[in-house]
């Protein structure tokens, strides 16, 4: 009997909490202006992860581990542990973003796994070294991502931010997404929103969105609502992200689901929702 009744309660648990989820995303802002450009080709970084990468020539070329944001909040490189590595010391390569070419089911790098081979190594602590990031753009033959092509420090922060489309206040160095990833959201006022759970870019590499998880209970239920990355600032010292927002008004936006990236109308409704300009509006 008891075990009846346990059972049961963990059913009419996961139905409420179904009917929390199916009526918290009932909420629809999705309202495309016409004659507005719409927000397309947008990639999840949990995505890009699972993905299959291949070399120019077609053959596989390894997983994609990580990305690198740079100093001014766009994605520069990705993080490749090509095939063939070594399991008790892995290999890393830094590849520029404009090297690889996105897919929906597999990405593909405009270098031959041949090339992979001699690339320069790619190490977290790399990240606050000196001009790690211009060997490695000069070994694919492209122009650094940040800085203009000047040799720089690459925790060094341009003054010209006119071009600075999604920059996250308070970045001062090149992070990897997964140091993003888990970490805290709180409101002006201190209190915990919950964590980013994933980031959403797109395909000239601009973040868009950190995906906010909040709620649930021992895992089951979590909900999930997108942030534009231009409300969030961070806060190195206690290493953790402000949103400009109150918690009750994050948490009562609309619910993200991956079918959402597919609405051309979701992107600015979420834009406006939390009282921001959808860059990709802007004249320029």
């Known amino acids: 009997m008891n075990k009846t009744l346990t059972l049961l309660s963990f059913l009419a648990l996961i139905a409420f909490l179904g009917g929390v989820v199916y009526g918290h995303a009932d909420q629809s802002i999705s309202q495309s202006v016409p004659g507005e450009k719409a927000f397309s080709h947008p990639h999840l970084f949990s995505e890009i992860t699972r993905a299959t990468v291949k070399d120019s020539q077609g053959g596989y070329a390894g ?3 990580d990305l690198v944001i740079d100093p001014e909040g766009g994605i520069s490189f990705v ?6 590595m070594d399991v008790t010391y892995e290999r890393l390569v830094a590849l520029p973003l ?16 041949e090339k992979l081979v001699n690339a320069p190594l790619f190490r977290r602590n790399y990240l606050i070294a000196r001009n790690w990031a211009e060997d490695a753009n000069r070994y694919f033959g492209v122009q650094p991502s940040w800085g203009g092509g000047r040799e720089r420090d690459s925790c060094e922060m341009t003054t010209d931010v006119s071009h600075q489309i999604s920059m996250i206040k308070g970045w001062n160095r090149p992070y990897e997404a997964t140091e993003v990833v888990g970490t805290k959201v709180r409101d002006p006022q201190g209190e915990e929103v919950g964590k980013i759970e994933d980031l959403v870019f ?7 969105f950190a995906i906010v998880g909040y709620g649930g209970f021992l895992g089951i239920g979590q909900n999930l609502v997108a942030v534009p990355v231009n409300s969030l600032s961070y806060d190195e010292e206690s290493r953790h992200f402000v949103v400009d927002a109150t918690k009750e008004k994050t948490q009562f936006a609309p619910l993200f689901s991956k079918k959402a990236l597919d609405d051309p109308g979701w992107a600015d409704g979420i834009y406006r929702y939390f009282g ?7 004249e320029k």
């Not at 993080?79 to 063939?84: H, K, N």
């Not at 797109?202 to 868009?208: A, L, N, T």
């Open 63 to 65: 997983r994609i581990t």
């Open 202 to 208: 797109d395909d000239k590499g601009r973040i868009s």
């Open 79 to 84: 993080i490749l542990s090509p095939m063939g």
């Open 98 to 113: 404009n090297t690889v070419t996105f897919d929906n089911k597999y990405l593909v790098l405009d270098t031959t796994s």
């Open 276 to 282: 921001q300009q959808p860059y990709w509006t802007e």
